[in-house]
């Protein structure tokens, strides 16, 4: 199983990326998809996440307007959608995979992340 993520770099405040996370060597149709974050000094947190079939999502009330969660099961692939970028939003970004029935759980799969950092 491997779970590729991509499209950090160095944004302005106030600006837009965009990640993705490529998966392989799974079902990534019967898998929650998530994103989570690591500031440095600081515990990892959730994100958001987005569920299979009618994809579902949720999203953490730090990025709630700003940043959206999208998946293309065809292609294997998730997207992290942000807008507005804070310096606060500064980390580390990873995206997991869960087989559970909760985006809260425990993620069984993780990509290596990709970094985002805004400046002022």
């Known amino acids: 199983v491997q779970l590729q993520a991509s499209g950090g770099g160095l944004v302005q405040a106030g600006g837009s990326l965009r990640l993705s996370c490529a998966a392989s060597?799974?079902?990534?149709?019967?898998?929650?998809m998530g994103w989570f974050r690591q500031a440095p000094g600081k515990e990892r947190e959730f994100v958001a996440a987005i569920t299979w079939g009618a994809g579902s999502t949720y999203t953490a009330n730090s990025v709630k307007g700003r940043f959206t969660i999208s998946r293309d099961n065809a292609k294997n692939t998730v997207s992290l959608q942000m807008n507005s970028l804070k310096l606060e939003d500064t980390a580390v970004y990873y995206c997991?995979?869960?087989?559970?029935?909760?985006?809260?759980?425990?993620?069984?799969?993780w990509g290596q992340g990709t970094l985002v950092t805004v400046s002022s």
């Open positions: 060597g799974l079902p990534f149709g019967v898998y929650i």
């Open positions: 997991a995979a869960s087989p559970r029935a909760t985006p809260f759980g425990k993620y069984d799969y």
